[in-house]
């Protein structure tokens, strides 16, 4: 599975969109683009996925620039509920066990 | 909305000791998974499960580590002698295909 990098950390304002970068220069053209996060020590959370696509749903946005080499998570009005460590993980969608490999993912902190 | 449910949410138990985790996937998910965080560190992959078989594992996951599922619903860890160095968060997740749904969590700490 191809390799992502993901700032350690950011800042945002509550209310504000939330805009988390994702490098994945190395994707090839059967791999997707997740998204998931951990609040505290919760397990984590699937937000979105996608292939080529700018994909949205009640959660989030996640935009795929077009040569698939980097991609942004969106969360339009973030709430201090947001705040979280927010992983990127790219890997292909196998038959059997299409486990998930984490990285240190972004801390995102929301602040009021 | 469905959920993965873990038992107990902390473990306590004396090195050396067997312990069991208890995980109730979602029910019509035929994809499962064990992962563990250490404090402070990244979640880390331990063993997915398909058809009553293990698909895969990790360097991690060594003969001290088993899984199971002994029923329909269960889906089981068990750690035969726990070391120090098993004190850690373990989640289970489970799938239909490929978006994974994590439980809470079971916090072990062994002592």
């Known amino acids: 599975d191809a390799k992502t990098t993901q700032p350690p950390s950011m800042d945002c304002a509550e209310g504000r969109a939330a805009n988390l970068p994702c490098n994945h220069s190395?994707?090839?053209?059967?791999?997707?683009v997740y998204w998931y996060r951990q609040i505290h020590s919760q397990g984590p959370q699937y937000i979105i996925h996608?292939?080529?696509n700018n994909e949205t749903n009640e959660m989030a946005s996640l935009i795929i620039t077009e040569d698939r080499k980097s991609s942004t998570l969106i969360l339009p009005h973030a709430t201090l509920r947001d705040t979280a460590v927010y992983y990127c993980i790219v890997r292909v969608v196998q038959e059997y066990g299409n486990k998930l490999v984490f990285g240190a993912g972004t801390i995102l902190r929301v602040k009021s | 909305e469905p959920e993965v449910t873990q038992t107990p949410s902390h473990q306590v138990t004396q090195m050396g000791q067997e312990v069991i985790l208890r995980c109730v996937p979602i029910?019509?998910?035929?994809?499962f998974y064990w992962y563990r965080q250490i404090l402070g560190q990244k979640v880390e992959f331990l063993v997915s499960f398909y058809n009553n078989e293990i698909s895969e594992k990790s360097e991690i996951f060594d003969d001290q580590f088993s899984v199971e599922r002994p029923d329909g619903s269960n889906f089981t860890l068990k750690i035969r002698s726990t070391k120090l160095e098993d004190s850690a968060m373990y989640f289970c997740a489970s799938s239909a295909y490929e978006k994974l749904f994590f439980g809470s969590g079971t916090q072990l700490s062994v002592l």
């Open positions: 029910s019509n998910h035929l994809y």
């Open positions: 996608g292939l080529k």
């Open positions: 190395t994707i090839s053209g059967n791999e997707y």
